[in-house]
């Protein structure tokens, strides 16, 4: 038991870390007069209900530079294509690429990424998701911490907080929250220890200096790996809270869809030892703290004054840092939603790293990835 008691001591000394870092990081906005060309690179597949909105924001970017948005089709079977020629013929921005002129050394999403990360005309690359919403200062924003010198930018995404919603949103959207925070606090510690691929960007000579995403190859994801890679191998990398870069992206609605997502997501962390030991230490105490949690009040419940003492304390540090971190990113939430999540973000963490282990494929868009 006192082991156990350990790491539920050490998770708290975790969360009251990210506390103080979030209160003490202070990121500067980088806003400079020039306005170097820059790629904006998404990889589609299967988008053709959220690709006209994306084109519209893309369209709507109000940066005075040149801008190129490179559309890789990763192997559609919808009208992908079509929406994508289409546009092309209106704006001359507008480039398509296939996935299949990629090399097929690489896998998944990753392949649709190197096709436009080397058909990319400018040294500055972003990156973001079809069925994300971009707002129209995002590349302005972006280009002055490139102009600055930062060759990784993590960018800040959320869900959409729009009604209508549901057990699954509202849980969704608080703890990708909770996971924003966690990245922002980061940057105090030396660099973010996570990256997600609906807002980020990097030079394109960090890339080519990374070996590409060969190095990363067999993890399922290509942001958090490719970010602590690059910052194993020496980067400048920052998180940016800039409000008029945040993206929004699409919330799920349905437990199945949202469960296979996080899965997809926590599959990789098995393996993040050999990009980053105290990442991986972390996120594998934090694992058994949860795993160890309910044993504490199951062993204990008849002593209520200490099961309602640790419970308490645990609601009051989670809390505390949501808290925190939402105001430094200036978003609101809702009382109950962090309630809902405080519910269920322990079963939900045991059951999505316990699977995690035993799942050996993945479906993404109607393709299975391993």
């Not at 959207?173 to 924003?180: P, Y």
């Not at 691929?197 to 070996?211: D, V």
């Not at 399922?220 to 790996?225: L, N, P, Q, S, V």
């Amino acid at each position: 038991m006192s082991f156990l008691l350990f790491l539920f001591i050490l998770y708290l000394v975790f969360l009251i870390a990210f506390i103080y870092a979030t209160l003490r990081l202070k990121l500067k906005n980088h806003l400079h007069d020039q306005a170097p060309g820059i790629s904006i690179i998404v990889a589609i597949r299967n988008g053709q209900e959220s690709l006209p909105q994306l084109i519209d924001d893309l369209i709507c970017q109000n940066y005075i530079g040149h801008l190129e948005f490179i559309l890789v089709d990763d192997e559609s079977t919808d009208q992908t294509k079509s929406i994508i020629d289409s546009i092309i013929k209106k704006d001359n921005r507008f480039k398509y690429f296939s996935s299949n002129e990629g090399s097929s050394n690489l896998l998944t999403k990753k392949k649709a990424l190197d096709v436009g990360i080397n058909n990319a005309s400018h040294e500055y690359l972003l990156f973001s998701d079809v069925d994300c919403r971009i707002p129209s200062s995002w590349a302005k924003v972006m280009s002055g911490y490139f102009i600055s010198g930062y060759e990784y930018l993590v960018g800040f995404s959320l869900i959409n907080f729009k009604k209508p919603n549901n057990y699954i949103s509202i849980f969704q959207r608080i703890d990708f929250l909770l996971l924003m925070i966690m990245c922002r606090a980061s940057n105090y510690f030396g660099y973010p220890l996570a990256s997600s691929g609906q807002n980020q960007g990097f030079t394109k000579s960090l890339y080519i200096r990374a070996g590409g995403f060969s190095k990363i190859n067999s993890f399922i994801g290509d942001d958090t790996a490719f970010l602590q890679h690059c910052n194993n191998i020496g980067c400048k990398s920052i998180f940016i809270d800039n409000q008029e870069s945040y993206i929004t992206s699409r919330k799920e609605f349905k437990l199945s869809k949202f469960l296979f997502q996080r899965i997809r997501w926590v599959a990789d962390a098995n393996k993040l030892w050999k990009l980053n030991l105290n990442f991986f230490l972390i996120l594998f105490i934090s694992f058994l703290s949860f795993c160890a949690f309910p044993i504490i009040i199951y062993n204990n419940f008849s002593n209520y004054i200490f099961v309602g003492m640790i419970v308490v304390i645990k609601i009051i540090v989670e809390f505390l840092l949501l808290y925190c971190g939402a105001n430094k990113l200036s978003i609101k939430f809702k009382l109950y939603e962090f309630l809902w999540w405080e519910l269920l973000h322990i079963p939900y963490i045991a059951i999505v790293g316990i699977l995690s282990y035993f799942v050996r494929f993945f479906s993404w868009r109607g393709r299975r990835l391993i």
